[in-house]
């Protein structure tokens, strides 16, 4: 994720590439998401009370029943209405289609790719959209598995056993897509423009570098060879999709896994900055508090 500032995470699945989130009891008032931006797109769906999207351009109010379909890149914020609770997934375009294959530049690029849908409300009156709602229910549940933590009502319908339920997962976010492209074709077609497929393609290379290598002590140019650019082009292909520079973003990275092994696991601070490919736990000390405003050891302690 990028920037992604919740963490209500209930089931990493491993190395599955689609990760489930439930927001738990959300009280009215609770301090907002701030605006932030991911390349991977988001699945969200409200089971109770009401949540504020916010975009650069619009505020929507969503519903108890409806959801929405962020696109990849989009600036985005949300708050929570009076006892909100929603579930949503993450996932790249990848777990639809390899990119560059026909079925991702055919029915998956035209979507991500246009500037001109951010994002696709979501609701139980129109049946098409009914449809994905249903379909996102079940993907819900099937990436729930066995988390110790319950299921919003509305979503143990759709709670079963699978003898393949990555399996099971794949096919039901392709049945998803179809029915998104179906009623939607027209619309994903337009904007999208060639040179911007180019762009998000290598950045996404090269975050995929990041997230392999980060451990290692890596530089811009090894970041730019993983889409096989100039350091000047890696630059300008994050400057145009993520508004930072691909050093900024290895470190912020870096402090994002820093952060998770503080509060997940027992290791020492010394031992997380190696982990997270930081010099020296006095380098990684200073990165960390400059970037979260708190010690590794008061962040451990929160």
């Not at 049946?127 to 819900?140: P, T």
């Not at 319908?157 to 099971?168: G, I, K, Q």
Request: charge should be negative; aromatic fraction near 8%; charged fraction near 25%.
């Amino acid at each position: 994720m990028i920037n992604d500032v919740r963490n209500d995470t209930l089931n990493h699945n491993g190395g599955f590439p689609i990760r489930l989130y439930i927001e738990r009891e959300l009280p009215n008032g609770k301090e907002p998401v701030p605006l932030h931006r991911h390349l991977e797109l988001e699945l969200l769906v409200v089971y109770r009370g009401t949540l504020e999207l916010h975009t650069v351009t619009d505020n929507i109010e969503l519903h108890e029943g409806e959801g929405v379909l962020i696109n990849s890149g989009v600036m985005h914020s949300l708050s929570h209405g009076e006892d909100c609770r929603c579930a949503y997934a993450m996932f790249s375009d990848e777990f639809i289609a390899p990119a560059g294959s026909d079925v991702s530049l055919k029915y998956v690029k035209p979507f991500v790719m246009n500037n001109e849908l951010p994002y696709v409300l979501l609701t139980p009156h129109i049946e098409w959209q009914n449809d994905i709602l249903q379909l996102s229910g079940r993907v819900f549940a099937l990436l729930h598995g066995s988390s110790d933590d319950e299921l919003p009502e509305a979503l143990r319908r759709f709670e079963r056993e699978s003898p393949c339920a990555e399996l099971d997962i794949q096919r039901l976010v392709s049945e998803l897509w179809r029915g998104l492209y179906v009623n939607m074709g027209a619309s994903m077609r337009s904007g999208v423009t060639g040179n911007e497929y180019v762009v998000r393609r290598r950045t996404q290379m090269m975050i995929d570098f990041i997230r392999r290598s980060y451990r290692s002590q890596i530089t811009l140019q090894d970041i730019a060879d993983a889409a096989n650019i100039s350091k000047s082009e890696a630059s300008r292909c994050f400057q145009s999709c993520l508004h930072t520079s691909p050093v900024s973003y290895l470190l912020k990275y870096r402090i994002e896994v820093a952060g998770h092994l503080l509060r997940s696991t027992s290791m020492t601070i010394e031992a997380i900055s190696f982990e997270c490919g930081f010099g020296s736990a006095s380098y990684f000390c200073k990165m960390f508090q400059r970037h979260t405003g708190k010690t590794p050891g008061s962040f451990r302690g929160r």
